[in-house]
């Protein structure tokens, strides 16, 4: 079973920011692609945001302007930088590889919640 190491949620106010990470395992010697979703109770998870192989990034339209990812390869860890959080904001969020190199994927991490309070 594949582990995926995410941190960095918790509570915090809007308007304010909280960083999220999350750590692949070296499975092979490739850069994995992954990215960052999301999911209120009863709706669908729902892309945030994801940085492919080659560092090219795709944010949702809603989160445009406020969020941030990135990675460190050489930690195979990507942040997601989120600043003037919205209570909408609030959910749990899941960090997900699809590719290592061109090799497809689809490991997902255990979730960790993000609270805004208004």
């Known amino acids: 079973q594949v582990q995926l190491e995410e941190s960095g949620g918790g509570l915090v106010q809007a308007g304010g920011s909280l960083r999220l990470s999350c750590t692949a395992p070296?499975?092979?010697?490739?850069?994995?692609?992954m990215g960052w979703y999301r999911q209120a109770p009863g709706k669908q998870r729902e892309l945030v945001a994801q940085i492919a192989t080659d560092g090219s990034t795709n944010l949702a339209d809603s989160v445009k302007g406020r969020f941030t990812i990135s990675r460190d390869n050489g930690k195979n860890t990507i942040y997601l930088q989120m600043n003037s959080l919205k209570p909408e904001d609030t959910d749990v969020y899941y960090c997900?590889?699809?590719?290592?190199?061109?090799?497809?994927?689809?490991?997902w991490g255990k979730g960790t919640l993000v609270t805004v309070s208004s």
């Open positions: 070296r499975i092979i010697f490739a850069i994995p692609a």
């Open positions: 997900r590889v699809d590719r290592y190199g061109p090799v497809e994927v689809d490991y």
